[in-house]
Every structure is written in C-alpha cells, then in structure tokens.
C-alpha cells in the first residue's frame, strides 16, 4: 500500500508506518502548503508519494531506524 493515495473525493490520504503516525500532521501540512493551489493529477500524486517516502525516510533516521521498516 502506498504512503499517499488518492480517495474517491481526489483528497490526498496516508497510510503511514504506526512508528509515524504520531507525526502525520507534519507531513499533511507540508503537503498541504506544496499542493494548495494544484489539481491532483498522476504527476502531482508521484511527486507527492516521493516527498513522502523521503519524509518518512528522515523520520527513521531521526529515530535511529532503520529505512527498511519502511517496508511494509
């Protein structure tokens, strides 16, 4: 499953790793402020997966984790 997808109404919705959950609303403001004014197309939703895997990335390394409990 996808850290980002898209629901039925083309809002943004995550699925993160139980270790991130409790920083989520970091990420959906960083998302937020970044795709504001853009419509949801497959480009927007890549690059928006992308800084999300990258966020989660640092997150682990922040924790001392390693990047493979990304995995799911």
Same mark, same amino acid.
């Given at each position: 499953?996808?850290?980002?997808?898209?629901?039925?109404?083309?809002?943004?919705?995550?699925?993160?790793?139980?270790?991130?959950?409790?920083?989520? *609303?970091?990420?959906?403001?960083? +998302? /937020?402020?970044?795709?504001?004014? !853009?419509?949801?197309?497959?480009?927007?939703?890549?690059?928006?997966?992308?800084?999300?895997?990258?966020?989660?990335?640092? *997150?682990?390394?922040?924790?001392? +984790? /390693?990047?493979?409990?990304?995995? !799911?």
């Amino acid at each position: 499953m996808p850290i980002v997808s898209l629901n039925e109404t083309g809002s943004y919705v995550l699925t993160l790793p139980g270790f991130l959950r409790a920083e989520q *609303k970091e990420l959906e403001l960083m +998302l /937020s402020r970044i795709f504001a004014d !853009r419509n949801n197309s497959p480009a927007n939703l890549a690059l928006a997966q992308q800084l999300s895997i990258n966020w989660c990335m640092s *997150k682990a390394k922040k924790n001392g +984790l /390693s990047e493979k409990c990304l995995c !799911r």
